[in-house]
């Protein structure tokens, strides 16, 4: 079993840090703030990190999943091909999303963006097919068609507002 | 309109409002030239006080009362960014690196002091100046440079941990020392403070939790509501107290854990960006540009010896923790900013008005270090590493 060095960083969180059987030195910061920040320590100075990645918690769990090797992110990834400049990809509700408790015909994504809602999942329900009166409610995950960009605008759309 | 303003109120608001159009420009520059705002902050104040390029009058009030709003909102997150078990933990593993601290660092300021004939207090406070790094610079520099999970960061922080903690009992000792009287009264009212924030600490520590549930409101608004209360209700006492109205918030931010102080800590965060903005400023407005020049050879003098002294304190520390050369060299180099709370420590010379040369040298002695620290830090990250073991290859690995 691989021993973990746990250390207290005070005023930031904590570091977890452990050796690999390769000699390489990797660890994890637990900031206070919730945040996320993987290091991996220099081996010509083991006292000094060489690279530092910053994390949200959602990317640090996505990245905990990918390590783990969880088939669920397999699954998901198949889906997410593009077919000829075409893709599909799941945008979440957020509570702070200007369109939350909104309808569909409210955001006028097909028109602004050319974007399409196909999907909505709620919960472990899908509502296909969505007509422009169904709302969004809040933890919905909208699944969308269209172009590349028009994807990236109607992410942007959906967004929480910047505060 | 749905009040009548008068023409001083207008004057007010545009006063007011082109003082933090200038902090807001300062602060973009600060940040493309990659150095902390405090000093630029305290240059901006530099220029609108007394003697400057022009004067403020109507906002300086105003100004004033922002600022000591600022100092507890500083303190108060400050406490926020520890809890008690740390603060413990931190005392017991890293007493001795908090002793050769203060002792390397204060007594250059209060020699100082001494050497000028100044009043013994002035020398104290001078001392506290010199001895107290800043925080909010260092964490910065540490997250710039990638350097938080380094082996030497954990002796780093806990330096900071012990001045904090020293500060918390200093600064209601000079509070005392400064009402002045005989010696039997001084000697009382400090030990009363000290016997005060003491025991506020130790309360801090052990019901911290109960006191978070209490303040703690899921709506935001009525957790600013209570949170900026209850600091400004303890600091108020403290002040009457002769305990410091800082320390009494720096006491609120370490009670407050778990939930209350992850939200406290988004809630009042931009508070403190604004209120601390308008303290740096206030200090600098109290400052008479033309006594800054006189001043900035003693300044640059007394700033390489106690960048010295702190490179020296990071040193040793971190070599009795089993360090080896460039991380010594990381670890005194990121000490070296002084900022913040040195302002804080000038601010109570200044507002007493013990020593007229006090605020001129503080400010240049600060302006140096708030500068130089980040930047002398920055320099020794690649000299360090050149510092370090010949490469050792390991076949088959390349980077």
């Known amino acids: 079993m691989t021993q973990i060095n746990e250390t207290k960083l005070p005023g930031v969180g904590t570091l977890h840090d452990f050796e690999c059987q390769s000699g390489d030195r990797i660890g994890v910061i637990s900031h206070h703030s919730d945040r996320r920040e993987l290091v991996i320590y220099d081996p010509d100075d083991p006292d000094r990190v060489s690279e530092s990645v910053a994390m949200t918690p959602d990317e640090a769990r996505v990245l905990a999943d990918l390590l783990g090797g ?92 910047a505060p | 309109m749905i009040f009548a303003a008068s023409p001083g109120a207008a004057t007010l608001l545009v006063e007011l409002g082109a003082i933090l159009v200038a902090l807001a420009l300062l602060g973009r520059l600060a940040a493309r030239a990659g150095i902390p705002s405090i000093p630029l902050y305290l240059l901006a104040g530099l220029a609108v006080g007394e003697g400057g390029f022009f004067e403020l009058v109507t906002a300086r009030d105003f100004i004033e009362s922002a600022a000591q709003i600022g100092v507890i909102l500083l303190l108060l997150l400050l406490g926020l960014e520890y809890t008690g078990r740390e603060l413990t933990a931190a005392l017991r593993d890293h007493a001795p690196a908090g002793a050769v601290d203060l002792a390397l660092n204060f007594t250059p300021g209060l020699l100082l002091g001494v050497v000028l004939g100044w009043d013994f207090r002035a020398s104290l406070l001078l001392g506290g100046i010199t001895y107290i790094s800043s925080s909010g610079i260092i964490a910065k520099v540490l997250s710039d440079l990638g350097n938080t999970g380094n082996r030497e960061t954990p002796i780093v922080l806990a330096i900071l941990v012990t001045e904090d903690l020293v500060m918390a009992l200093y600064l209601p000792l000079m509070a005392g020392l400064l009402i002045g009287g005989d010696a039997i009264d001084v000697g009382l009212e400090v030990t009363i403070a000290v016997a005060a924030v003491m025991t506020a600490l130790v309360l801090a520590i052990k019901f911290g939790n109960r006191i978070s549930a209490i303040v703690f409101n899921r709506s935001d608004e009525n957790l600013l509501l209570s949170l900026l209360g209850v600091a400004l209700l303890v600091a108020g006492i403290a ?142 990250d690649p000299i360090a590493h050149r510092l370090g073991p010949r490469r050792k290859r390991i076949a088959g690995r390349s980077n």
């Not at chain 1, 997410?80 to 309808?103: K, N």
């Open chain 2, 239 to 380: 002040e009457h107290l002769q305990a410091s109205a800082a320390v009494g918030a720096f006491l609120v931010g370490i009670a407050l854990n778990g939930p209350a102080e992850h939200a406290a800590r988004n809630v009042l965060g931009p508070l403190k960006d604004l209120f601390a903005a308008m303290f740096f400023a206030f200090f600098g407005l109290q400052i008479n540009p033309a006594e800054l020049p006189p001043a900035l050879a003693l300044a640059l003098g007394l700033a390489v010896v106690t960048a010295a002294t702190k490179l020296a304190t990071g040193w040793w520390s971190a070599k009795q923790a089993g360090i080896s050369t460039p991380g010594r060299l990381r670890a005194g180099a990121t000490l070296i900013a002084r900022g913040e709370f040195s302002i804080v420590i000038a601010g109570i010379a200044v507002a007493e008005g013990i020593e007229p040369d006090l605020g001129p040298l503080a400010a240049a002695y600060v302006l140096i270090l708030a500068i130089g620290g980040p930047l002398i830090a920055r320099a020794a």
């Open chain 1, 70 to 161: 969880s088939t669920v992110t397999q699954r998901l990834d198949d889906l997410r091909q593009e077919i000829a400049g075409l893709a599909i990809d799941w945008l979440p509700i957020s509570p702070h999303s200007p369109y939350a408790d909104r309808t569909i015909g409210d955001t006028a994504l097909r028109s602004r963006t050319g974007v399409s809602i196909v999907a909505i999942v709620r919960g472990d329900r899908p509502l296909p097919a969505p007509g422009p009166e169904e709302t969004l409610l809040v933890d919905d995950t909208a699944v969308v068609v269209g172009t590349p960009a028009g994807i990236d605008a109607a992410a942007k759309l959906l967004a929480p507002n």
